[in-house]
């Protein structure tokens, strides 16, 4: 009987997980420690969430919301995203202008974060965290870093493959002025020759529109690893804002890119 099992109510079982540390669940979970069955289950849940205690993020993924996350109506990001992933079974990084923050490169905050993941997936919103997912073929090699949070650890990219991200793609970082604004912060935290490394597993146009950025920028002693790939492969001339002609622009032969906008940073 119900009565006769551990976790006979939704709040014991969620005081449950709390006291070790426990912020997600599954549905199934759920049902298994109450000893009923899914429809139950849910129902459960859905009187549960009317107090905002729990929210769904993804289908049968739950979140515990404590009452200092209230107002955001879900946990921060970096609280759920690994656990999400782990419950998706799908590696990740966070990447892009969500990775830049952790670097100090946060020059405006950004309003979704940024998760790099093996295949497509449709944006999330929890509350007011919004979840923005982009592909990437070659994830598994990829540098990241592992940073320490209050419920565990998260996947960052390093700064070296953030600022290659950031030029793959950047139309969704605010564009090629924005990316170089965040460039501008993030450089300091590059290393010349881990830059040089993560050259080797990205594509050449990247390469080539970083080294450039990083040159106006006036950190042209970090490319110098990525001049020397560029002089060894000689790859073609490519603009520097993609789909944008090149006729009548400026062309910079040290990294083979057409001038064909003005880029224009806030610093």
């Given at each position: 009987m119900l009565q006769n099992h551990p976790y006979p109510s939704t709040k014991e079982y969620l005081e449950h997980l709390v006291?070790?540390?426990?912020?997600?669940?599954?549905?199934?979970e759920f049902a298994k420690a109450r000893g009923s069955n899914l429809v139950s289950a849910r129902a459960a849940i859905r009187r549960a969430g009317k107090n905002?205690?729990?929210?769904m993020p993804y289908r049968g993924f739950l979140l515990i919301v404590p009452?200092?996350?209230?107002?955001?109506?879900?946990?921060?990001?970096?609280?759920?995203?690994?656990?999400?992933?782990?419950?998706?079974?799908?590696?990740?990084y966070v990447g892009l202008l969500s990775a830049a923050v952790y670097y100090g490169a946060a020059h405006q905050a950004p309003q979704k974060f940024q998760v790099i993941t093996i295949k497509n997936r449709?944006?999330?919103?929890?509350?007011?965290?919004n979840l923005?997912?982009?592909?990437?073929?070659?994830?598994?090699?990829?540098?990241t870093k592992i940073f320490n949070t209050s419920r565990g650890t998260l996947s960052?990219?390093?700064?070296?493959?953030?600022?290659?991200?950031?030029?793959?793609?950047?139309?969704?970082?605010g564009g090629l002025d924005n990316v170089a604004t965040v460039l501008h912060?993030?450089?300091?935290?590059?290393?010349?020759?881990?830059?040089?490394?993560?050259?080797?597993?990205?594509?050449?146009?990247?390469?080539?529109?970083?080294g450039y950025l990083l040159t106006v920028l006036g950190f042209a002693a970090?490319?110098?690893?990525?001049?020397?790939?560029?002089?060894?492969?000689?790859?073609?001339?490519i603009p520097l804002l993609p789909g944008v002609t090149m006729r009548g622009s400026v062309k910079n032969r040290l990294f083979n890119v057409a001038i064909n906008v003005d880029v224009e940073p806030d610093l």
């Open positions: 006291s070790r540390g426990i912020y997600h669940f599954t549905t199934e905002a205690a729990v929210v009452p200092e996350y209230r107002a955001l109506g879900c946990l921060p990001a970096d609280q759920f995203v690994p656990q999400l992933m782990a419950h998706l079974n799908e590696s990740y449709k944006s999330i919103r929890c509350g007011k965290v923005e997912f982009f592909a990437k073929k070659n994830l598994q090699s990829t540098p960052v990219s390093t700064p070296e493959a953030t600022a290659f991200d950031l030029l793959g793609y950047y139309q969704h970082c912060e993030l450089a300091e935290k590059v290393s010349t020759q881990k830059l040089a490394e993560a050259a080797m597993g990205v594509p050449m146009p990247w390469v080539q529109r970083l970090k490319a110098r690893g990525l001049i020397a790939l560029i002089e060894k492969l000689s790859p073609p001339m």
